[in-house]
T-cell receptor, first 114, second 113 residues
Framework: AQSVSQHNHHVILSEAASLELGCNYSYGGTVNLFWYVQYPGQHLQLLLKYFSGDPLVKGIKGFEAEFIKSKFSFNLRKPSVQWSDTAEYFCAVGSSGGSYIPTFGRGTSLIVHP | SAVISQKPSRDICQRGTSLTIQCQVDSQVTMMFWYRQQPGQSLTLIATANQGSEATYESGFVIDKFPISRPNLTFSTLTVSNMSPEDSSIYLC??????????FGEGSWLTVV
């Protein structure tokens, strides 16, 4: 069974700071990888996803994530955060050949101070 | 991606009562799921709603507590039965897309008092 670990549970940054949220997974097969975002009072939205190809994936709002297979990681990055990026971020991993349903990490709460 | 609508969006319920949450999708989808998101925690899959047959429940969730209906490919309901304060949570309807992609509805915020 796959598992997902998000190391940072709470991150506090000032505007314009750079962001990197860690996500590691355990699964030996081919994976599909996701980052979801939940803004305060809103529903979960897909931020970006990786299925195959270029391991550097660009998503909405200037976010990107890099799949490093050797490290079983899919870290989320943004070079300069804004106050509006304050949200909960969830990493998820699905196995291409196994259960359809992805496994979610515990989430990282990001607070950006103006 | 599909548009997923849930009702009610919020409710405050008395313990011991039951509440049914409705989920309507604007297009036919094969895979529909119900998740729970408790305060400060990650998403937990409750069950897969199967069209025309009984739902498939995850470990720790049972049909008597969380009966689910899926009469067609665009609609599903989740009932939270005999509620207790521990059932206070966000309940999320979701559908499956390409690959393992999951799309979520806006959620139903349930508070049990």
């Amino acid at each position: 069974a796959q598992s997902v670990s998000q190391h940072n549970h709470h991150v506090i940054l000032s505007e314009a700071a750079s962001l990197e949220l860690g996500c590691n997974y355990s699964y030996g097969g081919t994976v599909n990888l996701f980052w979801y975002v939940q803004y305060p009072g809103q529903h979960l939205q897909l931020l970006l996803k990786y299925f195959s190809g270029d391991p550097l994936v660009k998503g909405i709002k200037g976010f990107e994530a890099e799949f490093i297979k050797s490290k079983f990681s899919f870290n989320l990055r943004k070079p300069s955060v804004q106050w509006s990026d304050t949200a909960e971020y969830f990493c998820a991993v699905g196995s291409s050949g196994g259960s359809y349903i992805p496994t979610f990490g515990r989430g990282t709460s990001l607070i950006v101070h103006p | 991606s599909a548009v997923i609508s849930q009702k009610p969006s919020r409710d405050i319920c008395q313990r011991g009562t039951s509440l049914t949450i409705q989920c309507q999708v604007d297009s036919q989808v094969t895979m529909m799921f119900w998740y729970r998101q408790q305060p400060g925690q990650s998403l937990t899959l409750i069950a897969t709603a199967n069209q025309g047959s009984e739902a498939t429940y995850e470990s720790g969730f049972v049909i008597d507590k969380f009966p689910i209906s899926r009469p067609n490919l665009t609609f599903s309901t989740l009932t939270v039965s005999n509620m207790s304060p521990e059932d206070s949570s966000i309940y999320l309807c979701s559908v499956g897309g390409v690959g393992n992609t999951i799309y979520f509805g806006e959620g139903s915020w349930l508070t049990v008092v």
